[in-house]
């Protein structure tokens, strides 16, 4: 059973083919760039690693101390930080003790 004839032409691509390679293209454009980035990511990262150490801290720091030190401003003697226990109880009616 023959039927004869050639057979259909095949379908005109060349349209989808153009879209895919133009799609290509952007996608090795953006390939690219995120390469560019991770270059320069690794690049930083590598001098940062390589980088000296800091400079070992001073002898005199030898001992924990506060950076900085708390003046009351009218008798310009140090003041402990913090409030203690004693000047937060209160009363049951919820008054500050002045102890």
């Known amino acids: 059973m023959c039927f004869g004839g050639s057979p259909p032409p095949p379908p005109d691509n060349s349209k989808a083919l153009a879209l ?3 799609q290509m293209e952007q996608q090795q454009a953006q390939f690219d760039q995120q390469m560019k980035v991770q270059e320069a990511k690794y690049q930083e990262q590598k001098a940062i690693a390589n980088a000296p150490p800091p400079p070992a801290p001073n002898k005199t720091a030898s001992t924990f101390a506060p950076a900085l030190e708390i003046v009351d401003p ?3 003697a140090p003041m402990k930080a913090g409030i203690g226990k ?3 109880k209160a009363s049951s009616l919820g008054i500050p ?3």
Do not use: G
């Open 74 to 76: 009218v008798t310009n």
């Open 97 to 99: 003790s002045s102890v």
């Open 20 to 22: 895919q390679k133009k």
């Open 86 to 88: 004693k000047k937060l």
